[in-house]
């Protein structure tokens, strides 16, 4: 084996290396990326969970209102998930509610992603 060789076997190994250090960089900046964004949207959620839940509150139907109160609190569960979101859908079409349109879909966008956790971790978070 002359020096040749040793060079060809040296400058494999030089660019192995040099591919794999981009790629676990990008792969770090990735994972960065998404923790920030994670944190950014834990931080907006929990700013305005409370406040959003408590906008569609009424008075006259207590199921919903006890049910935005376990969704506040993190005590809810699958099956009133989808009750929860199946009276939100229809009550945000009522045209005296619309002025909660907004506040009617992050809560339903909220729920759809508890929702899809739930099915595939078994737990709410």
């Known amino acids: 084996m002359g020096s040749a060789d040793y060079i060809a076997i040296a400058a494999v190994i030089i660019s192995v290396l040099g591919f794999t ?4 960089r990008f792969i770090i900046k990735i994972t960065e990326r998404l923790a920030r964004i994670e944190t950014k949207t834990n931080l907006f959620w929990g700013m305005v969970e ?3 839940a408590g906008s569609l509150k009424q008075p006259t139907h207590k199921v919903k209102d006890d049910l935005l109160d376990k969704l506040t609190v993190k005590d809810i569960n699958g099956e009133e998930i989808d009750e929860l979101l199946d009276i939100l859908r229809d009550e945000c079409t009522l045209d ?28 709410i978070k």
């Open 21 to 24: 250090t981009t790629y676990f």
């Open 50 to 52: 409370e406040k959003l």
């Open 96 to 123: 005296e509610r619309k002025n909660l349109l907004m506040n009617y879909h992050l809560v339903i966008s909220h729920l759809e992603v508890m929702k899809h956790e739930n099915s595939s971790n078994g737990e």
